[in-house]
């Protein structure tokens, strides 16, 4: 007679999974799930902490779209920032993947170096980088002096606070070159040995071999790149704090700035959910778009 106590061995498998996953799907549930569906909830309240909650309906997208020019403005700064920054980090990730391709002696040594500037704190990275741009003693404008160059305000200018920011924005690919580097190690050797044969240029073999082999990569770091630039906040908060005349005023900041300097809740939780459906129709259209110019190996274009 059968137990129907009893698990089948499939069964005790299914239960040994669920188990050993549990801490990660609690945590999923309480600490990413919970506050993702309170967040959208207290879009449609206005909340300053202090008073009780209340319920408004739409008012608080209804402010942001018609009277709160500093929404557009933040908008414009970031979408800006994410439109130079994603292509020029896709660029600069690039050179020096095939740079550290390379088989030369001590090659994992300069591996190293390029990759820690992405582990090290953002907050350490932007006090660095106060430095290097200040105006009256920093190295940047001391270098230009040098050639006979007077250089601007950087983070003090409006006309170049934006820029500069971007230029930081650099100094972290060493992440996105990783994943550039992994990629390049996939690509047979064999393609390029037949292109040398055929007599193509290394210029003709990057164009040819080495950039529609990786566009599965490609897409990969368009996509990390376009959230988390749209992301950016820490820059912004310790170098600029969003001036001068809100010139860095980045969407996340004025978001930040609306629930813990305004204490408006409510607000912020609905710009959070405008930040979120931006990105997520950028990454839509991009990974829909992929159908046109990715390579997967043995698949259709």
């Known amino acids: 007679m059968n137990d129907p106590f009893r698990l089948s061995t499939k069964g005790k498998g299914n239960l040994t999974f669920y188990l050993l996953i549990s801490p990660w799907l609690i945590g999923l549930v309480i600490f990413t799930l919970g506050p993702i569906i309170a967040s959208l909830i207290l879009s449609f309240f206005q909340w300053d902490m202090v008073s009780p909650a209340k319920f408004i309906g739409f008012r608080n997208f209804k402010e942001m779209f018609t009277l709160d020019p500093l929404f557009w403005q933040s908008l414009k700064v970031t979408v800006i920032y994410v439109l130079f920054r994603v292509p020029l980090s896709l660029a600069a990730a690039l050179i020096l993947a095939l740079m550290m391709n390379q088989k030369i002696p001590g090659i994992g040594v ?55 920011m971007i230029i930081v924005s650099l100094y972290s690919v060493g992440s996105t070159a ?102 997520f129709i950028c990454a839509f259209y991009i990974f829909k778009s992929s159908r046109k110019w990715v390579y997967y190996e043995g698949g259709e274009q």
């Open 110 to 164: 300069f591996r190293t170096i390029y990759y820690l500037p992405s582990v090290i704190s953002g907050v350490a990275v932007s006090m660095m980088w106060i430095w290097v741009f200040n105006p009256n003693f920093g190295l940047m404008n001391g270098f230009l002096d040098t050639i006979g160059i007077s250089g601007p305000g950087w983070f003090s200018d409006t006309k170049w606070a934006l820029p500069t």
């Open 178 to 279: 990783i994943i550039f580097l992994a990629g390049l190690k996939g690509i047979p050797d064999v393609l390029y040995e037949a292109a040398e044969l055929d007599g193509a240029s290394k210029l003709q073999q990057l164009f040819t071999i080495t950039i529609p082999q990786l566009t599965p990569t490609i897409l990969f770091n368009v996509i990390m790149l376009t959230i988390t630039s749209f992301q950016i906040f820490t820059e912004g908060l310790i170098i600029t704090g969003g001036g001068p005349a809100n010139s860095t005023m980045f969407f996340n900041l004025y978001l930040y700035q609306n629930a813990f300097t305004y204490g408006r809740l409510g607000y912020a939780s609905a710009l959070a959910w405008i930040l979120f459906t931006l990105t």
